[in-house]
């Protein structure tokens, strides 16, 4: 058994693969705003020692997930970890291997190496979009955007070669209504669902048309802008946990891929 880890700006996704397929996927938050009030470990208060407060979540998390799906911590075979948080990965990792006694692979320059990548600005570019640059490649081994729903917009153009031609970056569909939310007095934070018109009746009716609507258009002109500078030979792919909130744009993806970015961090682990 494989066990991927995505951790992004919001949330932890952890994957379970075996027998082909992804078993389980739990997803979590990937910061806490407050400490936890309670830890796992039965030192006493004021040890030196003490498991810090995101550590012990993640193994609470993990610990349970794992009873419920009725699976041994043991039956994991390896780990790899793919992270934008910097704080967050040396907990990640350190729990990991206290918790499963194995030394997770951590997706980065020092591993480039070994993937059949060409990577644009190694130091510079997040894991997240190599992983989906790299799983994209080798399934469709043809000219490929990947347009990632999460809290950033993202879109990783690979070619058929397997070279990362370049990145474009927005803010994500809930960033951008929780900006709406958190800097105005009267807007109110609304569901993401597709308006039945562009005329706002009410306000979350207009936040919606401004935000899911906005978003179809800014969507499809970057796809067209990306596919003109490659003369029309290229494909989109969509993945992220929003890769359905628009399902107008559905004709405009060749796949969508719920987990492609977990499939890439498993590519990952085959290779090195």
């Not at 938050?29 to 830890?39: D, G, I, Q, T, V």
Request: glycine residues 6%; contains cysteine; hydrophobic residues 50%.
């Amino acid at each position: 058994m494989f066990l991927a880890v995505d951790a992004g700006n919001s949330d932890t996704v952890f994957g379970l693969y075996d027998q082909q397929q992804w078993r389980h996927v739990w997803r979590t938050r990937s910061l806490l705003e407050e400490p936890m009030a309670f830890h796992l470990s039965d030192r006493p208060f004021g040890d030196a020692d003490a498991v810090p407060a995101e550590r012990d979540r993640y193994e609470r998390l993990l610990r349970l997930w794992f009873l419920e799906a009725n699976i041994p911590l043991r039956a994991i075979q390896s780990i790899v970890i793919s992270s934008v948080v910097p704080e967050l990965t040396p907990t990640l990792k350190t729990t990991l291997a206290r918790l499963f006694g194995l030394e997770p692979v951590v997706v980065g320059p020092a591993i480039y190496h070994a993937l059949p990548l060409q990577i644009l600005r190694p130091y510079a570019i997040g894991t997240d979009l190599v992983a989906n640059a790299l799983a994209a490649h080798l399934r469709y081994q043809q000219n490929c955007v990947v347009v990632d729903f999460g809290t950033a917009l993202t879109f990783t153009t690979v070619s058929a070669a397997g070279q990362m031609l370049g990145v474009a970056i927005a803010p994500g569909l809930k960033t951008a209504v929780r900006s709406l939310f958190s800097t105005t007095a009267q807007l109110p934070e609304v569901p993401l669902v597709m308006p039945e018109s562009a005329l706002g009746t009410s306000t979350a009716h207009a936040i919606q048309a401004g935000v899911v609507l906005g978003y179809e258009g800014l969507v499809r002109s970057l796809l067209n802008r990306i596919r003109a500078e490659l003369n029309g030979d290229c494909i989109a792919i969509a993945t992220g946990g929003m890769a359905t909130a628009i399902p107008t744009l559905e004709a405009d993806f060749a796949a969508i891929v719920p987990n492609l970015t977990l499939d890439g961090i498993r590519e990952v682990g085959l290779r090195v």
